[in-house]
Structure formats: C-alpha cells, structure tokens
C-alpha cells in the first residue's frame, strides 16, 4: 500500500498567519492527491482534489501544491474557523490511503 | 444536493456481526461509486472500502480484508458494510462517502458509531 506522510502533525499559529502542512507518499502518486478538513464532532470536507483544484465554496485563502511525492497545503491569511485537523489522501491505487493528520490550532 | 445516512450502529460482542447501511439521495446513486472509512476514537481517518458503481468492483484495506464485505442496492440507493469477526480496534465511527469526479470523496455521511464490547 501507498503509505502518507503528514507534517507537521500539529502547529498552532495566529490569525493572519501563512500555515503550511507536507504531505508526502511513499511512492510517486503523480497528482492523485487529496485535502479534507475535519472539525470536532464533524464529518470530513474535501477542500482541493488533484493536488490543486480548489473545491467550490472553499475560501482561496487555502491551496494546494506539488506533484509525485511532495505535497503541500497552504492557509494564507489564517482565520479562527480554519482551527481543525486537515488530512491528505491519495487516489492513485485501488485502496486510497490518508496521512495521519496535522491539527491546526489558532493562538 | 446530496444525502448520505448511515445507520446500523451499536455496541456489539467482540466476534459477532454487524451491517452498516448508508442511504442516498440527491444524486444519481447508480453511476457512482462509494467508500466506506472509518475514524476510531481520538485518531486519524482510515480508508476501508470502496465499490464501484455497478458492483463489480471491490476492494479493501488490508486490515479488513476478508472479515468486511462491501456491497450495494442501486434499487434502494443504498450501499452495505458487513462486518463479521468485529475485534476491540474496531470500535469507530464509520462514514459512507460519494467517490467525486477527481477521485476524491465529495461528500459523506454524519457517521455511525459502533463499538466492540463485551
């Protein structure tokens, strides 16, 4: 199986901060790389599909970028709702794995 | 605008049985394929299953793989997880998702929790 690697798997940040969270897959995945949002008690939320196409509805403040096997998210201009665990995901195999996690925490 | 309801949750004995269903609408379920994942208590998310759209097509992770059985009824839009030799690490609340254009899950269910006790 594909294995996901997230980090940092926390960091806390202050509004108006640029965030950036790693995604990185243990073989090339070309660009079948996912984000979703969780927030307590919630269902996950895709935020942005094949690495960098930004779901509707979802704020342009986040983005994301790269190819193969490095992957990032990027939160500019952090906001308090933004507080929540975020997880990559590749769709390259038949069995679609996730990182472990990175929560986001507002100071 | 799509609806995903899982049901069929509860406490079960470690070693028995349970089935899982998520109801759809909003969408046309027939020419979509869903997943199954699942997120245990205070931990990260974990893929478990996904089917195609027709049926044909199975697969599983690893740790599930020949104790969880993926299925659906495109006549009732709705698609299964049984689940047999339910284990302690089990215990989870578990999602149906939509498999979206661009291989991704675009949109889930609220979840069901089951948990294995004795």
């Known amino acids: 199986d594909i294995q996901m690697t997230q980090s940092p798997s926390s960091l806390s940040a202050s509004v108006g901060d640029r965030v950036t969270i790693t995604c990185r897959a243990s073989?090339?995945?070309?660009?079948?790389l996912n984000w979703y949002q969780q927030k307590p008690g919630k269902a996950p939320k895709v935020l942005i599909s094949?690495?960098?196409n930004l779901q509707g509805g979802v704020p342009p403040r986040f983005s994301g970028s790269g190819s193969g096997t490095d992957f990032t998210l990027t939160i500019s201009n952090l906001q308090p709702e933004d507080s929540a665990i975020y997880y990559c995901?590749?769709?390259?195999?038949?069995?679609?794995?996730f990182g472990q996690g990175t929560r986001v925490e507002i100071k | 605008q799509v609806h995903l309801v899982e049901s069929g949750g509860g406490v079960v004995q470690p070693g028995r049985s349970l089935r899982l269903s998520c109801e759809a609408s909003?969408?046309?379920?027939?020419?979509?394929?869903m997943h199954w994942v699942r997120q245990a208590p205070g931990k990260g998310l974990e893929w478990l299953a996904v089917?195609?759209?027709?049926?044909?097509?199975?697969y599983y992770a690893d740790s599930v793989k020949g104790r969880f059985t993926i299925s659906r009824d495109n006549s009732k839009n709705t698609v299964y997880l049984q689940m047999n030799s339910l284990r302690g690490d089990d215990t989870a609340v578990y999602y149906c998702?939509?498999?979206?254009?661009?291989?991704?899950?675009?949109?889930w269910g609220q979840g069901v929790l089951v948990t294995v006790s004795s």
């Open positions: 998702a939509k498999y979206g254009s661009g291989r991704m899950m675009d949109s």
């Open positions: 909003g969408f046309t379920f027939s020419t979509n394929g």
């Open positions: 089917i195609s759209y027709d049926g044909s097509s199975q």
């Open positions: 073989q090339n995945i070309n660009n079948y």
């Open positions: 094949v690495a960098s």
């Open positions: 995901q590749q769709s390259l195999s038949s069995r679609w794995t």
